[in-house]
């Protein structure tokens, strides 16, 4: 059985995937952090953090990603384009916030909403 986390990693994939990007790799690991999906959006290297949210009560997912979890994946990418000796590579950092809709009240009935958050945030 696949964990909720990477069942929504590949929700957001298929999202990102039917909107023409192309994955590079997932879940690149370094002593920093974790990058959910690394991605090329035409000519753009796309750094995704993939969240998920069942209840607003402590944030909505895009806000769950804090200035500490940004520098996390920030470190993470610098690291990720020196491995490859890819600087060169116009990049970016986007969300995908996935959310269950307010009319999902049962597993076989579960709806979810998709935030695609491009540019979410800067180095």
């Not at 209840?55 to 994946?73: A, D, F, R, W």
Request: proline fraction near 2%.
């Amino acid at each position: 059985m696949l964990s909720k986390g990477l069942a929504f990693e590949n929700v957001a994939l298929k999202y990102l995937q039917n909107h023409q990007l192309t994955l590079i790799e997932r879940n690149f690991r370094t002593q920093c952090g974790e990058i959910d999906l690394i991605m090329k959006d035409g000519s753009t290297l796309t750094f995704i953090e993939v969240r998920y949210r069942k209840s607003t009560t402590h944030g909505s997912s895009s806000e769950s990603v804090t200035p500490t979890k940004q520098k996390k994946i920030i470190k993470s990418a610098q690291i990720f384009l020196m491995k490859k000796n890819w600087w060169h590579l116009n990049s970016r950092f986007d969300v995908v916030a996935i959310s269950p809709t307010i009319s999902s009240t049962t597993q076989a009935s579960f709806k979810y909403e998709i935030h695609w958050h491009k540019a979410a945030f800067t180095c």
